[in-house]
């Protein structure tokens, strides 16, 4: 099936830096994806829809200036969580549906990327 | 808007005993289904998805699930449940429009006694 790999996957860092986190479809173009946020034993929340060309779609309760996405290519999503702090300390996950999927819909998730603020 | 719900917060079982997850979702239409499961630490991973066609849909690892739209359900079953199984399932139902997100069910952790 197809693939979705994250970078990556464990990253620390000093409160008040910011953290890059990279979702890549390896072997499918997708003009969407999507960037979720799981906090432990919880289910995923959305976080936003990022669009291949234009600026991404925040959910509500989800700050733009502080979740910064940037979707350069049809293979490649960025997440930038700027001046981190504890509270951002999560469990980041993409995900990315094929260009040419049409109505099949499914969605490929990538690892995952526990970032951990100190 | 579509919505999910998954009753069981968690369910432990035996070894070799058999499994069922329940799923029911909202939605004004036929909606894509699908179940995924997690390891701790990991991503999602796909173990089924329906669609349209047969309301018994097979999936990977011995994995059934049956859509019965009468009661808005898609409860994911296995036979017989093997150790490597615990983990966290979820439950999603997508819109059939493209483009848009799924909507997740909270999850079911199973836990498996050996």
């Known amino acids: 099936g197809a693939v979705v790999s994250q970078h990556p996957s464990r990253v620390i860092c000093k409160s008040g830096t910011s953290v890059k986190i990279e979702c890549r479809s390896l072997?499918?173009?997708?003009?969407?994806m999507f960037w979720y946020r799981q906090f432990p034993k919880k289910s995923l929340m959305l976080m936003a829809t990022?669009?291949?060309?234009?600026?991404?779609?925040?959910e509500q309760g989800v700050e733009k200036d502080k979740f910064l996405i940037n979707h350069a290519s049809l293979t490649l999503s960025t997440l930038t969580v700027t001046s981190a702090h504890p509270e951002d300390s999560s469990f980041y996950i993409c995900?990315?549906?094929?260009?040419?999927?049409?109505?099949?819909?499914?969605?490929?998730f990538g690892e995952g990327s526990r970032l951990t603020v100190l | 808007a579509q919505s999910v719900t998954q009753p069981d917060i968690h369910i432990t079982v035996s070894e070799g005993a058999s499994l069922e997850l329940r799923c029911n979702y909202s939605?004004?239409?036929?909606?894509?289904l699908f179940w995924y499961v997690q390891s701790p630490g990991q991503g999602l991973q796909l173990l089924l998805k329906?669609?349209?066609?047969?309301?018994l849909v097979q999936g990977i690892k011995g994995f059934e699930a049956e859509f019965k739209r009468s009661q808005s359900s898609f409860n994911l079953r296995k036979p017989s449940v093997h150790w490597s199984d615990a983990a966290e399932y979820f439950c999603?139902?997508?819109?059939?429009?493209?483009?848009?997100?799924?909507?997740f069910g909270p999850g079911t952790r199973l836990s498996v006694l050996p």
């Open positions: 995900s990315a549906r094929p260009q040419l999927a049409g109505v099949s819909g499914e969605l490929f």
């Open positions: 072997d499918f173009q997708a003009t969407t």
């Open positions: 990022s669009n291949e060309g234009s600026k991404a779609t925040y």
């Open positions: 939605y004004g239409a036929t909606p894509y």
């Open positions: 329906y669609f349209s066609g047969d309301t």
């Open positions: 999603a139902v997508g819109a059939r429009n493209y483009g848009q997100n799924f909507v």
